[in-house]
């Protein structure tokens, strides 16, 4: 272990650890109890050592973030948009850094997780520039001599709780957007990828935010969550639906206001008039894509009869030819399983199709690589049904089933009958179908021959309950959660 109080990781030093810290009230703080995070590329890599927070740290992180707010929402917007612009230019000169222990944490990809850290900087560029542009309203009033005015004021203290699948990302998105509109914020990052929110820390502090404004506590959600709930004004949680269940308990009993993400089940749907190449390739990349770790992931391919068999063939040697390996070697297309109790989870799954009579037509076995790490082959099932457990909960993972349909109208019902609605596709190249879709789809989000996966950040993202509750993430569709609203009635007859 190095002897700084925390290592950045520069270039491809695996052996660097990243020793992370709570950060409270602009201090670096150590604990009693750490844990350590280690690479799925490699088990017997250690990637960082982070403090074993408890409620007293939360607590003090939600006293720091009161205690600096009034500060914070009275700063002068231009001063605030610019410190804002000045974390997403640290960002982005980072990325590639950020990129590289986000890849060795999570197992994501090189070029993907370097991806992901410059999307990180666009959202704070985004986000600054919100800080500027948003509004509020003057109206005539009903009453002669009188007007109303509008305003959106922040919520208060901001609890942020985040997953591991973008550990970058999401914490991002979260953290500007609160800030944009006036919020202190206390972040609690995923026990198993915590060391992108320890370098947003660093960045943030570089860039001259006050302290307080930012405070970072590191530990498990089950010990954590009761106090990051009951003692802000507003928590926004991305995870599970199951997670997200508990959260919303808790903050009913605080009145906490609730923004929650959760999981998908997302269908694509191909019809016989689809473009055959498009639909391989949307289908290969929403459903493999950062091995199948998104919430938004294609899970469940629901394919007309007349394409089926062109369809499933082309797509069967596409997926068994996937490249899967180390996240940093540069010709790996598919990184490792994240966790162990995922890949345990993912295995689970295609025991369970294979008991209900899906036939797999290639992978979900595990593969052996040159260290020891969660890889699995991306497994694709032929002959599955609606009612098969593998299409019905998240897997999270890199599978999926065909479901075979005989037009649009049972496609629709198809991919409609689940409980979990955050994104849907299609691919065809008839106008008509595309938009009975886009009007019949109960999910949050509707995709036209592009991937279920890959959002952009300057419109809302969310998915209706049990894949979302409350008001969506991104764009100016974040400011519904972040701010309260407050009308005012003036009677200037009496001034
Ligand atoms: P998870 O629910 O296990 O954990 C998410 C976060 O919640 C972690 O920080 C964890 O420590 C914390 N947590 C756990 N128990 C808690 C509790 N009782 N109270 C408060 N916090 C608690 O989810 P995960 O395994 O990290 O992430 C995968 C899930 O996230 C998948 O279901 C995926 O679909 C979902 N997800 C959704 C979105 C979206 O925007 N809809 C995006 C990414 C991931």
Redesign the pocket.
């Known amino acids: 272990m190095r002897g700084r109080d925390y290592v950045a990781i520069r270039g491809l030093e695996d052996e660097v650890v990243l020793k992370g810290r709570h950060l409270l009230g602009g201090e670096w703080r150590a604990g009693r109890e750490s844990f350590l995070t280690r690479s799925p590329s490699d088990l017997n890599e250690i990637v960082g050592e982070y403090p074993k927070g408890g409620p007293a740290d939360v607590a003090e992180a939600l006293e720091a973030a009161r205690k600096a707010l009034p500060g914070w929402r009275a700063l002068n917007v231009q001063r605030r948009c610019d410190l804002l612009h000045r974390a997403g230019d640290l960002l982005a000169s980072r990325a590639t850094e950020i990129g590289t222990l986000l890849a060795r944490e999570e197992g994501k990809r090189l070029s993907e997780a370097v991806g992901e850290a410059t999307r990180g900087a666009q959202v704070f560029h985004y986000y600054a520039g919100e800080v500027i542009r948003h509004p509020g309203q003057f109206q005539d009033s009903l009453r002669d001599g009188h007007s109303v005015l509008v305003s959106y004021e922040p919520v208060g203290v901001i609890s942020l ?6 550990p970058i990302a ?1 914490p991002a998105w979260k953290v500007a957007g609160a800030l944009a509109y006036g919020n202190t914020c206390v972040l ?5 990828a915590p060391g992108c929110a320890v370098l947003l820390g660093q960045l943030l502090e570089e860039a001259g935010l006050p302290p307080g404004v930012f405070n970072l506590v590191h530990g ?3 010990e ?3 106090t ?2 009951s003692g802000a004004d507003g928590v926004s ?8 269940r ?2 919303l308990q ?1 903050a009913a009993a605080s009145m906490t206001k609730v923004q929650l ?4 089940k997302n269908p694509l749907i191909v019809l016989d008039d689809a473009d055959l190449q498009v639909a391989v390739d949307v289908a290969l990349q929403g459903t493999y894509g950062q091995t199948g ?4 992931g294609s899970e469940r391919l629901i394919v007309t009869r007349g394409i089926h068999a062109e369809f499933a063939d082309l797509l069967v040697k596409k997926v068994a030819a996937l490249r899967v390996g180390h996240a940093l070697d540069a010709d790996t297309e598919i990184g490792p399983v994240a966790t162990a109790a ?1 890949l345990a989870k993912n295995l689970a799954f295609i025991e369970s199709a294979k008991a209900e009579g899906a036939e797999l037509a290639t992978g979900g076995q595990q593969l052996e690589r040159r260290a020891p790490g969660h890889y699995l082959a991306p497994a694709l099932f032929f002959g599955t049904t609606p009612s098969m457990q593998l299409n019905r909960s ?1 897997t ?1 993972g890199p599978i999926a089933g065909i479901i075979r349909v005989q037009d649009l109208e049972e496609a629709i019902a198809v991919a409609n009958d689940c409980e979990l609605a ?1 994104s849907s596709g299609i691919c065809t190249t008839n106008i008509r179908s595309a938009e009975r879709f886009r009007r019949l789809s109960k999910a949050g989000m509707v995709m036209i021959n592009a991937p279920t996966a890959g959002v952009e950040y300057h419109v809302p ?3 209706r309950a049990p ?2 509750y409350g008001a969506r ?1 991104q764009g100016t569709a974040s400011a519904d959660f972040f701010t309260e609203v407050k009308t005012c009635y003036l009677n200037h007859g009496a001034i």
Not at 188 to 192: I, L, T
Not at 237 to 242: D, E, K, N, V, W
Not at 293 to 296: A, L, P, S
């Open positions: 709780i985040t997953p591991w699948n973008f999401i609690k990052p995923s026990e198993f498990t959600g089950r954590l969550g009761d990051l709930v949680f991305t995870g599970s639906t199951a997670t997200g508990l959260i808790q993400e959760l999981g998908g770790q998104r919430c938004t995922q998240e999270f955050l993202f969310g998915g894949s979302g993430e």
